[in-house]
């Protein structure tokens, strides 16, 4: 069964960076996209930018496009995010997800479309 596990949350001022982890395991990932995907309190979990793992294509929301960068470790099985320019609107809890490639679509942005996930890590942007 894959289990993913975030790391790297914390708290930073407005305009500082932080670069959060993602350890997978339990599968081959190969066929996969990953993704991140982050809840603030009272919102709905939201898509943020989701990565191949195979070939590396990625896919951002608009709202962190520019300022945050996913990319993935193969030989580490591990998955980033990068978050520069952070701002307050960004503090939420991140969430890593995983998901096999369909017929539906490779840019999926639903949360149903991912069944597996981490617990999260806490992201905290003060102004």
């Known amino acids: 069964q894959v289990q993913l596990v975030e790391s790297g949350g914390g708290s930073v001022q407005a305009g500082g960076s932080l670069r959060l982890s993602c350890a997978a395991s339990?599968?081959?990932?190969?066929?996969?996209?990953m993704g991140w995907f982050r809840q603030a309190p009272g919102n709905e979990r939201e898509f943020v930018a989701a990565?191949?793992?195979?070939?590396?294509?990625?896919d951002y929301a608009d709202s962190v496009k520019g300022r945050f960068t996913i990319s993935r470790d193969n030989a580490k099985n591990t998955l980033y995010l990068q978050m520069n320019s952070l701002k307050p609107e960004d503090t939420a809890v991140y969430y890593c997800a995983a998901r096999d490639l369909s017929g539906a679509g490779i840019w999926l942005r639903q949360v149903r479309a991912y069944p597996y996930w981490g617990q999260g890590t806490q992201v905290t942007i003060s102004s």
């Open positions: 990565i191949r793992w195979s070939g590396g294509s990625t």
């Open positions: 339990g599968g081959i990932f190969n066929s996969y996209v």
